[in-house]
């Protein structure tokens, strides 16, 4: 079955420090990935998108994320963490063919906290 | 060049009462998803629509959820009798094309009293 897992529920990280937020996908056909973010209240705005190409992905403020085919992997990252960075992420993968219809896969979301 | 609109942004209903939810995509976005959003959990896609055609409603609910996207207006996703665990959190998205980016809207969230 398809799937999407987000291993951590909840992160907290302080004002400055790296950040990597995990997302694991089971898909049987050619995947293309997303990341979105949600502050409370609020809809989703996309962070970054892998379709297909350099397996490297830059996103706007400052995140980027590594598509690895082998560990079925698309791990979110940020070099340096602000406060307004607190909010829930969302791992998404939508796939073309394997009877997809162009809809997506989201996880459960990350909420990230951040200590000043 | 605006997002995506749904409307209203907040909706309260008794249960038994119809619930119609609306949004207008992005312009020049032909293709309409909707998701519901559980508490603590992630979205769910319901159904993918183009103009006057649904592609896929296979996370649909069988009875009393039903989708249209006319030729000529917005998106309806309408939910008839509705029922305490219809309470969620309803996002449309839009997108040019299949397979593609999805854009989302700031969402309606139900309440069923």
């Known amino acids: 079955a398809q799937s999407v897992t987000q291993p951590d529920i909840h992160i907290t990280v302080s004002e400055g420090a790296s950040l990597e937020l995990r997302c694991n996908y089971s898909?049987?056909?050619?995947?293309?990935l997303f990341w979105y973010v949600q502050s409370p209240g609020q809809g989703l705005q996309l962070l970054l998108k892998?379709?297909?190409?350099?397996?490297l992905v830059q996103g706007i403020k400052g995140f980027e994320a590594e598509f690895k085919r082998s560990q079925s992997s698309f791990n979110l990252r940020k070099p340096s963490v602000h406060w307004s960075d607190a909010a829930e992420y969302f791992c998404?993968?939508?796939?073309?063919?394997?009877?997809?219809?162009?809809?997506?896969?989201f996880g459960k979301g990350t909420k990230l906290s951040v200590k000043p | 060049n605006a997002g995506v609109m749904q409307n209203p942004r907040h909706l309260v209903r008794r249960r038994g009462q119809e619930a119609r939810l609306r949004c207008s995509p992005m312009?020049?976005?032909?293709?309409v998803y909707w998701y519901r959003q559980l508490p603590e959990e992630g979205l769910k896609f319901m159904v993918y629509?183009?103009?006057?055609?649904?592609?896929?409603e296979s996370g649909m609910p069988k009875e009393r959820f039903s989708a249209e996207f006319p030729k000529e207006g917005p998106s309806i996703l309408r939910i008839q009798q509705v029922v305490r665990g219809d309470s969620a959190a309803y996002f449309c998205?839009?997108?040019?094309?299949?397979?593609?980016?999805?854009?989302f809207g700031p969402g309606t969230r139900l309440t069923v009293l």
């Open positions: 898909y049987g056909a050619t995947p293309y």
């Open positions: 998205a839009s997108s040019p094309g299949p397979y593609n980016e999805q854009f």
């Open positions: 892998y379709f297909s190409g350099d397996t």
């Open positions: 998404a993968v939508g796939a073309v063919g394997g009877g997809s219809q162009g809809n997506l896969i």
């Open positions: 629509l183009q103009k006057e055609n649904i592609i896929d």
């Open positions: 312009k020049g976005h032909s293709h």
